[in-house]
């Protein structure tokens, strides 16, 4: 079992920057792909970012690619997403989820654990 928890989200004016954080509970943190997805309201939830178990390989939806950026650190059992040029589309809550098995997955159901969310909110 893998508790995550994220930090980070807030409200920020479109052109600017946030760094948000998941920690993740257990001893295994390094055996599972990480994933970061958002949701707005009325909206499915969406992938944003995908890093692999050793942290080598990074995936984005091409909505954020070039700026956003996902990272991970085994040894704090922690994944980052650092997100520059924010739109006011990139409003959403924000969710990071593990990957136990499988490789570069886009679907929510491909993801094991989820954390509670942390709300991003981006003003024009």
């Known amino acids: 079992q893998v508790q995550l928890v994220e930090s980070g989200g807030g409200l920020v004016q479109a052109g600017g920057s946030l760094s948000l954080s998941c920690a993740a509970s257990g001893r295994t943190f390094s055996s599972y792909a990480m994933g970061w997805f958002r949701q707005a309201p009325g909206k499915e939830r969406e992938f944003v970012a995908r890093?692999?178990?050793?942290?080598?390989?990074?995936y984005y939806a091409d909505s954020v690619t070039g700026r956003f950026t996902i990272s991970r650190d085994n040894a704090k059992n922690t994944v980052y997403v650092q997100m520059n040029s924010l739109k006011p589309e990139d409003t959403a809550v924000y969710y990071c989820a593990a990957q136990v098995r499988g490789g570069i997955s886009t679907q929510p159901s491909e993801y094991d654990y989820w954390g509670q969310g942390t709300q991003v909110t981006v003003s024009s």
């Open positions: 890093v692999s178990r050793s942290g080598s390989t990074t």
